[in-house]
Nanobody, 123 residues
């Protein structure tokens, strides 16, 4: 069973930064595509960023490109999402996800999800 544990959310003013973390097993971390999605109230879940093992290829949505960075710490089996220049529209519940499929930003292609963590950005 794949277990994904997110941490690091919280509240921040616009223009600030937050870093999300997602820790999983060594097997999942080294084998699966892992990514971050988010869902705001009343909106569909949308892909934010995704990464192949060892960050060989990364993908970003246009809405976060240039502001968010997905990265990995191999020693800790942890995926990160560094979020800079935060905007109020980044407010959402953020989910870590993984699956053994080609990486994408389409939520239907992922089977395994963390519980989600809240990020709130105030203006």
């Amino acid at each position: 069973q794949v277990r994904l544990v997110e941490s690091g959310g919280g509240s921040m003013q616009a223009g600030g930064s937050l870093r999300l973390s997602c820790t999983t097993s060594e097997y999942t971390y080294s084998t699966y595509c892992m990514g971050w999605f988010r869902q705001a109230p009343g909106k569909e879940r949308e892909g934010v960023a995704a990464s192949y093992p060892n960050s060989t290829s990364t993908y970003y949505s246009d809405s976060v490109k240039g502001r968010f960075t997905i990265s990995q710490d191999n020693a800790k089996n942890t995926l990160y999402l560094q979020m800079n220049s935060l905007k109020p529209e980044d407010t959402a519940t953020y989910f870590c996800t993984a699956d053994i499929v080609p990486c994408s930003l389409r939520p239907l292609e992922y089977t395994y999800w963390g519980r989600g963590i809240q990020v709130t950005v105030s203006s």
